[in-house]
């Protein structure tokens, strides 16, 4: 019985504690909408982090931006901000994550989806921006983040390295490339190199 109480009153003094270090509502917008242009932060749909650690949307949008804040669970920052048109395809892999599903069965059933008409992807390219940086960089309490990198990434459905002439891989630092060409999920990479550091 005392052993039961015991590891009960750890649970309760654990969650509470990972619950403390979930940022504000406030801290989480302000930061996950550094990733989008700026003409599109203010009116960017934000999905993060409730103050149990569960997914949620935290503010509604009015514009074509939808932003991810920096998941608490992990160390470093990285936050998301993609077109609304690829939200039919990022909410289905939240959707078979959660489901416990691995990275080559999330694309397969996305794939399969897709050409099955069942998933929506955009007809024309568009926009993941990704904005990164290490953890010290990163003060979750303020709403803070420096010494940031962005990485970019354009999903062009079915595109080829023949369609786009783009090789696949770097041959340069900063220079785009062409991944899962002839998929559903073909995108071209950009992704420039680190800045130094102050």
């Not at 891989?169 to 800045?195: E, L, S, V």
Request: glycine residues 8%; negative net charge.
């Amino acid at each position: 019985m005392r052993t039961t109480f015991l590891f009960s009153l750890l649970l309760v003094i654990s969650t509470g504690l990972f619950a403390q270090k979930i940022p504000s509502a406030e801290s989480q917008i302000k930061t996950a909408v550094l990733a989008a242009p700026e003409e599109f932060r203010e009116g960017a749909k934000v999905y993060g982090y409730d103050t149990n650690g569960g997914w949620t949307v935290l503010r509604e949008g009015n514009n074509e931006m939808v932003c991810i804040a920096s998941d608490p669970k992990r160390d470093g920052f990285s936050a998301s901000c993609y077109h609304k048109e690829l939200e039919p395809f990022m909410e289905r892999g939240r959707e078979l994550t959660r489901e416990g599903k691995s990275f080559e069965e999330i694309f397969e059933t996305r794939e399969k989806e897709v050409k099955e008409g069942k998933l929506q992807m955009p007809k024309d390219g568009v926009t993941l921006f990704v904005l990164s940086a290490d953890k010290e960089d990163y003060d979750p309490e303020k709403g803070a983040v420096q010494n940031t990198n962005f990485r970019y990434v354009v999903y062009i459905p079915y595109a080829t390295v023949e369609s786009t002439g783009l090789p696949l891989k770097p041959q340069a630092p900063g220079m785009p490339w062409i991944m899962d060409p002839g998929t559903h999920r073909a995108h071209i990479m950009i992704t420039p190199p680190p800045k130094n550091k102050d």
